[in-house]
C-alpha cells in the first residue's frame, strides 16, 4: 500500500521569502505522478504542480518547483517569493500510473500542512 | 466552464440520522471520485465511479455509506445511520478519460463539512 507522509502540520513564511514544505511517501511501484495541491481558506482545492517519476527533471510553475528525490521518495515543493495569497493547506498526494484507458486514478494524500504567509 | 459542485456545503445531524451528500462533476468527466478528510489526518479515498459503474468502492468505511451515480451524471454519498466518527469533510473530484498516457488530472470540488453531534 502507498503512503504518503507530511512531516509539518504548520509553517510559516515571511512574504517574499521562499519555504520548503516536505513530502516522502512509500511505494512498490516504479511508475507513478506525485502531485502538490494547495486548499486555501474557504476555497476548493487546486493543482498546484504535477511530477512523474520516469522524470528525472523537476517539475517547475512559476514560483513553484519540487525537489524529486525518487531513491529517498522525497518529493518537496519550494515556494519562491511568497505571497499572502500562498496561505493555503497544502496536500503532497501519490497516484499509481495505470495501463487501462479506465484508470483507477485513486489518490493517496498526506495529513496536509498549513502555511501561512505574513505580511 | 463550471467546476466540481458539492451541496450542501455544511450539515449538522444527530447520530443516527441520515445524510445525502450530492456532488456535480464538470460535465463530460467520466470520473468521479469520493474522498474524506477527517479532522486532522490525511485525506482518504472512499470510491471511484466510472460514468455510472463503481470501479473501485475499497475505500468505503462500512455498509452506512452507500454512493450512487444515477445515469453517469452527478453522485450522492448517503450516509444512513450517521455515527460521530462520520464527520468530516467529504470531498469530490472528477477527471476525464484521455485514452492515450497521462495522469487524469483530477479538480476537485469545495467539500461538505459534514458534523455528527
Known amino acids: 500500500a502507498q503512503t504518503v507522509t507530511q512531516s509539518q502540520p504548520e509553517m510559516s513564511v515571511q512574504e517574499a521569502e521562499t519555504v520548503t514544505l516536505s513530502c516522502t511517501y512509500d511505494t512498490s511501484e516504479s511508475n507513478y505522478y506525485l502531485f502538490w495541491y494547495k486548499q486555501p481558506p474557504s476555497r476548493q482545492m487546486i493543482l498546484v504542480i504535477r511530477q512523474e517519476a520516469y522524470k528525472q527533471q523537476n517539475a517547475t510553475e512559476n514560483r513553484f518547483s519540487v525537489n524529486f528525490q525518487k531513491a529517498a521518495k522525497s518529493f518537496s515543493l519550494k515556494i519562491s517569493d511568497s505571497q499572502l495569497g500562498d496561505t493555503a493547506m497544502y496536500f503532497c498526494?501519490?497516484?499509481?500510473?495505470?495501463?487501462?484507458?479506465?484508470?483507477?486514478?485513486?489518490?493517496?494524500f498526506g495529513a496536509g500542512t498549513r502555511l501561512t504567509v505574513k505580511p | 466552464e463550471a467546476g466540481v459542485t458539492q451541496f450542501p456545503s455544511h450539515s449538522v445531524i444527530e447520530k443516527g440520522q441520515t445524510v445525502t451528500l450530492r456532488c456535480d462533476p464538470i460535465?463530460?468527466?467520466?470520473?468521479l471520485y469520493w474522498y474524506r478528510r477527517v479532522m486532522g489526518k490525511e485525506i482518504k479515498f472512499l470510491l471511484h465511479f466510472v460514468k455510472e459503474s463503481k470501479q473501485d468502492e475499497s475505500g468505503m468505511p462500512n455498509n452506512r455509506f452507500l454512493a450512487e451515480r444515477t445515469g453517469g451524471t452527478y453522485s450522492t454519498l448517503k450516509v444512513q445511520p450517521a455515527e460521530l466518527e462520520d464527520s468530516g469533510v467529504y470531498f469530490c473530484a472528477s477527471s476525464y478519460n484521455p485514452l492515450a498516457g497521462g495522469p487524469n488530472e483530477q479538480f476537485f470540488g469545495p467539500g461538505t463539512r459534514l458534523t455528527v453531534l
Open positions: 460535465s463530460g468527466h467520466d470520473n
Open positions: 498526494a501519490f497516484m499509481k500510473h495505470g495501463l487501462r484507458a479506465y484508470n483507477n486514478n485513486d489518490m493517496r
